[in-house]
């Protein structure tokens, strides 16, 4: 692929992420209002509807069995993912809880090696151990001086959030190549809202009028943002692109500094450098033919 005809998907994938990090910042102020059960709830039920419309319009096929039961595994697995993330989202600074989601590619490694049967090197496996270092770098700041027992929790949740967004790269990897784009977040977004709809009769609340804007604001972009990263990583390769994902966290930091008051610690920043380089170091290390057709998380992106 020429450098020509990856200008038009590298200027989407950059639109996709910074649009996926403003849904963070809107799951987060909806996750503080209406609590994150009900912010996700509710995102989904929009979300749904939105593509619903959207298949209709664009007059999008059914799945077949197989595919769809594809599709219900990856709704499955994003809908716990995402729960973990903004569980961890309203404990964490912003920019912090991206800088943790990012040790997802390094996950998705082994992931590979055990679902796919692909090799794992000694560079991936010195990639790992630089991640590793990256995290305990970012975990250490929460250890000086005071003792944050639910900072540390929060902590935790991204990471068990970023093991099953490691599982759902391998999972958008070969559903790339069976879905359209919108046929993949309106899925997405109708297995997350019957999964939780199961806790709807002991947890649903109706949102209150003045947090119906930010519902709306979270799911168009979800889907939005969704739609075009799968659109960019059709159309170039995926070693192209991963360098454009981890300007997420220079939104969260921007982001979380202008609406939630955050500030950026020395620890999170130099963590997130380590853990950066070491995808990096891993994506070089492999051949194309193995990335995973997908973004590195910026979580959810779920999203995230």
Known sequence: MTSRSTVIPFAVC?????LFSVM?????????SIGVYNALLWRAVAGTLLGLVLMLVLRQHWPTAVVLRLHLLRGTVVAFMAFAFFWALVRLPLAETIALSFIAPLIALYLAALLLKEKVGRAAIFASLLGLVGVAVILSGRMRGTYDADALAGAGAVLLSAVLFAWNLILQRQQAQ???????????????????????????????????????????????????????????????LIPVEYSAFVWAAIIGWLVFGERLAVTTVAGAALIVAACLIAARARPVSSLPNDPPPHIEPGLT
Do not use: N
């Open 24 to 32: 963070d910042a809107a799951m987060k102020g909806l996750s503080l």
């Open 14 to 18: 950059c639109a996709g992420v910074a």
């Open 178 to 240: 069976v879905a359209s784009p919108v046929e993949v977040a309106f899925f997405q977004h109708l297995v997350m809202l019957g999964i939780f709809a199961l806790a709807a009769p002991f947890l649903a609340i109706l949102p209150p009028p003045g947090a119906l804007p930010l519902v709306a604001l979270a799911a168009a972009l979800a889907f939005t943002s969704l739609a075009a990263l799968a659109w960019a990583y059709a159309r170039a390769e995926a070693q192209r």
